[in-house]
């Protein structure tokens, strides 16, 4: 039985990508040429609003962001999942990604991902990790077609530190124990709730506040993360 979880942030931690990666995927293919034309279009034309909004306000930047997912057909969104995470998930992920992951697995804790992304668009990286389960970012969904709206509660920004609190207490796991993972500064709220941060390949604030604060930091890509146990 499972004593603590660990939570690990995805992109830039565990894989080489953004938000913006599957989703030019998923907007470009469609099943008219034509359709993929005007969704990238119209999301180009709004990049400079979206750009601000990461900025400013990662909740917004998310609901900005999946808007574009407006009339895309829930069954065309799992059949696609695959091929996105083959095609522009797989080959990101960090070469020390897996060895960190069973790590954490023979220390007997639950392995639980904390991300923006899409619930479609992280199953198969849940499958491919074998990991317990993902706090992640819905469609809301009617009649099978996205309205582009985002199911509450968006996942993002400080808010992930509230998810991460009570799906710990949801398990019966003391924080204390528990281990949380990230690449941005943007997650210090959610390294701070744990008794266990790690840093992985952190941005320059980040790493900054890793040293101030005595948090280890861990580099997938320069390292064998097999080398650096969780305490």
């Known amino acids: 039985m499972t004593t603590a979880t660990a939570y690990f942030d995805v992109d830039g931690t565990l894989v080489g990508t ?17 359709d993929g034309m005007k ?24 609901e900005l962001l999946f808007a574009h997912y407006a009339g895309m057909s829930e069954d065309r969104m799992v059949v696609l999942a695959d091929e996105v995470f083959d095609d522009v998930i797989k080959p990101r992920i960090f070469r020390g990604t897996v060895d960190l992951v069973e790590a954490c697995k023979r220390a007997d804790m639950r392995i639980v991902l ?15 990790l074998g990991v317990h389960g993902a ?12 309205t582009g709206k985002l199911l509450r509660p968006v996942v993002a920004g400080p808010g992930k530190a509230r998810l991460l ?5 949801a398990a019966g796991h003391d924080l ?8 941005s500064f943007s997650d210090v709220p959610m390294l701070s709730v744990v008794g266990h941060p790690f840093c992985i390949n952190p941005d320059g604030k980040l790493a900054r506040m890793a040293k101030s604060c005595d948090w280890p930091i861990i580099d997938l890509e320069r390292h064998s993360p097999g080398e650096t146990r969780p305490q």
Do not use: W
């Open 18 to 34: 953004n938000l913006l990666h599957p989703t030019f995927r998923y907007l470009t293919t469609q099943a008219s040429p034509l």
């Open 39 to 62: 969704r990238l279009g119209k999301a180009l034309m709004q990049a400079p609003r979206l750009a601000a909004a990461e900025l400013r306000d990662r909740r917004e930047f998310n």
């Open 114 to 128: 904390v991300t923006g992304a899409l619930d479609v668009t992280v199953k198969p990286l849940l499958d491919h």
């Open 135 to 146: 706090i992640c970012n819905r469609l809301e969904y009617k009649d099978g077609y996205a």
């Open 165 to 169: 609190a009570d799906d710990a207490r």
């Open 176 to 183: 204390a124990k528990c281990h949380a993972y990230s690449d």
